[in-house]
């Protein structure tokens, strides 16, 4: 069931800058709301946020008893709302994390917690990674109920804390998992890790996520006697761990390719350089010899894909400026190909590293998650619609480098597919770095694309 005849959409879309209709208006209102409450772990608070999106809900007419707000924490919050369906077929789940990663004021441009709109762009901590997809489903959810849409299934939003923390017990998805089962229990999961990319401005690929690398840290220490840094000694445990972390990063996983990585290269690596498609062409062919892939491995997008990779995050040594350092300790974070042994990840790095001095120990636990099989059903929804939006643009399975509360999903049985719509341009939206931005145009096309995959995908009847 189309939602709306495509020509017309189009046009909404197009003009959504200068012509607002009220659900546009809406949707503004909503993400900016949510993009400026601070979620961030040091000072931020996920409670105040699933309490205002919880609100928006209440008002807009929906019954208490269909919104849940879950604090499993001081400051910490989850959302859990649904839309009642016919039950004809099992619900389906759409989620979104409402924490967003730290953001100095000092390093940014602007305010990260107010929202800038200018030169095209949204710009803020959270304007993408997650509140762009959080703020589309709650907005489309109001939109469905105002329309009076009768889906075959009951339509879950959760909204959820915690996904930045690699290892919080108060994850919300994990949590809801666990505990709350029956609230979010769905056929399958609509979640972030897809979204678009765009190359110069041109969109190249529409991705839907099937499968993600596996999150993995490592502390690093190295313990010394110390001593008054006017008697200086090079084996101190600062220049060590330096030593050993210059090796960390030397260090290259071995490259390979499995089916989701294979499909993606195929398609995204035919718009690049003769270079890199010809590394390409020699992996696909079994050889993986550094020289050979090198312009696979240079570009850090290809390299998370064909790889694992580890990468020294975090530093914390010495007591005294004019004395050596007793401890200097360092966390490596790693991100291991889903088939990959953890066991023999340490036990790279051990070897790379090749001092006994300094101690590699794993942190937190790591969660399996098989990738989700390929639904026909969504597939066809996705490459319909993205087509109708995006004429001519390759719909791609993707595995991606980071994780996201998919892996919670997967692990407990609930297919998790990465889908949002969102494009943007490659190594530029900022998501967990600097100046997070998105496309005002792709923001609202995601909107659009969202809500005609989520009636699509519902059978939602008006
Ligand atoms: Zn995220």
């Known amino acids: 069931m189309r939602a709306s005849p495509l020509c017309f959409a189009g046009l909404l879309t197009a003009t959504a800058a200068f012509a607002q209709s009220p659900d546009d208006a809406r ?8 993009v400026e409450i601070n979620t961030t772990e ?18 807009a007419g929906f019954p208490a008893a269909d919104v849940q707000v879950i604090s499993t924490a001081p400051r910490k919050g989850n959302l859990v709302a649904r839309l009642r369906g016919t039950g004809a077929k ?14 100095k004021r000092e390093d940014w441009d602007f305010d990260p ?7 095209g762009y949204f710009r803020a901590r959270g304007s993408i990674d997650d509140k762009a997809e959080a703020s589309i489903f709650l907005s489309n959810l109001i939109r469905l109920h105002d329309e009076g849409a009768k889906p075959e299934r009951d339509i879950i939003l959760a909204l959820t804390t915690d996904e ?4 919080s017990p108060h994850d919300g998805t994990r949590v809801l998992l666990e505990q709350h089962r029956d609230l979010i229990d769905a056929e399958f999961a609509i979640n972030e890790g897809g979204g678009g990319t765009l190359r110069e401005g041109k969109p190249i690929s529409s991705n839907i ?12 220490e190295v313990k010394d006697p110390g001593g008054h840094s006017a008697l200086p000694r090079r084996d101190n445990a600062i220049t060590k761990l330096a030593e050993a972390l210059v090796r960390v990063a030397d260090y290259e996983f071995p490259a390979r390719l499995n089916t989701v990585t294979g499909a993606y290269l195929q398609i995204v690596t035919r718009l690049d350089t003769p270079e890199v498609k010809a590394a390409f062409a020699a992996l696909q062919a079994g050889d993986n010899r550094p020289d050979v892939i090198a312009p696979l491995s240079k570009k850090p997008g290809y390299n998370a894909q064909i790889r694992t990779t580890c990468v020294a995050t975090m530093l914390e040594a010495g007591h005294a400026e004019n004395a050596m350092a007793q401890t200097a300790r360092a966390i490596v974070n790693c991100r291991l190909l889903p088939d990959e042994n953890p066991a023999n990840v340490e036990r790279a790095l051990n070897e790379a590293i090749h001092d006994p001095r300094v101690a590699v120990a794993p942190l937190g636990t790591v969660v399996d998650s098989p990738a989700s099989p390929m639904s026909p059903e969504v597939l066809r929804a996705v490459e319909e619609i993205s087509a109708d939006i995006w004429p001519g643009v390759p719909v791609i399975p993707t595995q991606s480098g980071g994780y996201t509360d998919s892996r919670w999903l997967r692990k407990y049985g609930v297919p998790a597919y990465g889908v949002s719509g969102i494009f943007s341009e490659e190594g530029k ?3 967990h770095g600097l100046n997070e931005q998105v496309g005002v145009k792709q923001l609202f096309d995601a909107k659009e694309f969202l809500y005609r995959l989520v009636s699509r995908l519902s059978v939602t009847q008006r």
């Open 90 to 103: 099992k619900p389906m789940l759409l989620t979104a994390h409402l924490d967003v990663v730290e953001a």
């Open 42 to 59: 040091s000072a931020g608070d996920t409670l105040i946020a699933a309490n205002a999106m919880a609100k928006r809900l209440l008002d």
């Open 429 to 431: 939206s900022g998501v």
């Open 209 to 220: 996520q099937l499968s993600e690398k596996v999150y993995r840290s490592f502390r690093l």
């Open 27 to 34: 949707f503004r209102s909503i993400y900016k709301e949510l």
């Open 113 to 119: 917690f107010v929202l800038q709109e200018t030169d």
């Open 164 to 167: 930045e923390l690699a290892d």
